[in-house]
């Protein structure tokens, strides 16, 4: 029972232009979302969060928007730079739950010069 | 100040093999959480250790194993290894545990088992 999903393995933008993650949760338990960037050989990086009680949270090129009502995350990179490319994971974690995070399986961003 | 670090970086084992992977957390951290991720899925969680105690488990078998020291470094360990065990092992560290507290990835133990 996947609770996040992202359902694009993968997404090839131009440099400069705007890049646009999706991702959807099934969970309505959820209270907080993050989104992390991973490099091949490298742990997961913390990128931005966003709590349930906001729709929108900014920092730097980076905005992240929540739509409660259509279980919906998008994480927005604007402009997208080649040293996003990446895979970026978005995370979930439950109000009642004090730990564990649950995860996508990830969008591989391209940025194409 | 130094991240979360991780050792060993790879590690190659046979079926029935046990194997114990180790975390050391960022300073001033005090909780340790495990993850492992299959390649083409995101991370699963493990276990997590608050201050040398247990404080959550998910949905793994009782091969995996894991303990938090003094110094909150922490522990994984798993028993009589199966090739489906091969993945990379996340460790994670956070300040405190509930909350909105952001986890700090380590970059990882990639375990192969033959």
């Known amino acids: 029972d996947q609770q996040v999903k992202q359902n694009s393995p993968s997404l090839s933008v131009q440099e400069g232009r705007i890049s646009i993650l999706n991702c959807d949760y099934t969970?309505?338990?959820?209270?907080?979302f993050l989104w992390y960037k991973k490099y091949p050989a490298e742990g997961p990086t913390f990128l931005i969060s966003?709590?349930?009680i906001k729709d929108k949270n900014e920092d730097g090129r980076f905005t992240v928007f929540l739509n409660k009502s259509a279980k919906h995350l998008s994480l927005h990179i604007v402009p997208s730079q080649p040293g996003d490319s990446a895979v970026y994971f978005c995370?979930?974690?439950?109000?009642?739950?004090?730990?564990?995070?649950?995860w996508g399986a990830g969008t591989k961003l391209i940025i194409k010069p | 100040d130094a991240g979360v670090t991780q050792s060993p970086t790879h590690l190659i084992k046979t079926r029935g093999q046990h194997v114990t992977l180790r975390c050391s957390p960022i300073?001033?951290?005090?909780?340790v959480s495990w993850y492992q991720q299959v390649l083409g899925q995101g991370p699963q969680f493990i276990f997590q250790?608050?201050?040398?105690?247990?404080?959550g488990r998910g949905n793994f078998p009782d091969r995996f194993s894991a303990r938090q020291f003094p110094n909150y470094s922490s522990e994984l360990n798993v028993n009589a290894l199966l090739l489906g065990d091969s993945a990379l092992y996340l460790c994670?560290?956070?300040?405190?545990?509930?909350?909105?507290?952001?986890?700090?990835f380590g970059p990882g133990t990639r375990l192969l088992v033959l």
């Open positions: 995370a979930a974690k439950r109000g009642d739950s004090n730990y564990q995070l649950i």
């Open positions: 969970n309505s338990m959820f209270d907080y």
């Open positions: 966003i709590s349930s």
């Open positions: 300073s001033g951290h005090k909780s």
């Open positions: 250790y608050y201050e040398k105690e247990e404080r």
């Open positions: 994670a560290s956070s300040p405190q545990v509930g909350g909105q507290e952001t986890q700090y």
